[in-house]
Nanobody, 118 residues
Framework: QVQLVESGGGLVQPGGSLRLSCVAS????????MRWYRQIPGKERELVATILHTVGSSPNYADSVKDRFTISRDNSRNTVYLDMNNLKPEDTAVYYC??????????WGQGTQVTVSS
């Protein structure tokens, strides 16, 4: 059974930090490009960060999170991370991890809520 399970969301004050984790099971994680998306109610899902399956490749970030967020992966743990620093109220959203393979299957996690508020 394929699963992507996110964790690490919560309530944080502006300027604070959070680390999101997404643990994968049921597919060959190391062969998949992994992404983090976020969604605010009533708006389209927004791509936040991408990390390729290729070792040594450079991650990509949305301009709105560049220099504040870092995506990383640990293939030995089938886990992708999103380290979020200097959080702003506009970062409030449900964050989803997403796995994809060229010409292959795609998988979504169930999401984790991040709320940035004083």
């Amino acid at each position: 059974q394929v699963q992507l399970v996110e964790s690490g969301g919560g309530l944080v004050q502006p300027g604070g930090s959070l680390r999101l984790s997404c643990v994968a099971s049921g597919f060959s994680f190391s062969r998949y490009t992994m992404r983090w998306y976020r969604q605010i109610p009533g708006k389209e899902r927004e791509l936040v960060a991408t990390i390729l399956h290729t070792v040594g490749s450079s991650p990509n970030y949305a301009d709105s999170v560049k220099d504040r967020f870092t995506i990383s992966r640990d293939n030995s743990r089938n886990t992708v991370y999103l380290d979020m620093n200097n959080l702003k109220p506009e970062d409030t959203a449900v964050y989803y991890c997403y796995g994809s393979q060229l010409f292959g299957a795609t998988y979504w996690g169930q999401g984790t809520q991040v709320t940035v508020s004083s």
